[in-house]
């Protein structure tokens, strides 16, 4: 579903980059006040960010990779597009048993 949104945002903004940020802002807003609400710190304390390994930070990138599936959503269709991340994980998890 939210690659169908994305893709809707794209067509109206003309870019599948400016539609991804405009994507991860309102996510980002909407998961502060979800923080917030919950009382909790909007951000952890300095030494996470020194101290624990940099390959954990890259689920942002990540994200911004699944997101922008938007790119080929109108070309190759919403079952394809939704099928691809699925067979990923599935080559995956089989080649790590």
Do not use: D
């Amino acid at each position: 579903m939210q690659s169908a949104i994305n893709s809707g945002l794209r067509s109206y903004v003309r870019s599948p980059f400016i539609a991804s940020m405009i994507s991860f802002v309102i996510g980002t807003v909407f998961l502060s006040i979800i923080v917030l609400v919950n009382g909790l710190p909007l951000a952890p304390k300095l030494t996470v960010f020194t101290e624990q390994p940099a390959w954990i930070w890259l689920g942002g990138v990540c994200g911004v990779i699944a997101l922008t599936t938007i790119f080929i959503f109108p070309k190759i269709g919403s079952v394809e597009t939704a099928i691809m991340p699925i067979i990923g994980m599935i080559i995956y998890r089989h080649g790590h048993r």
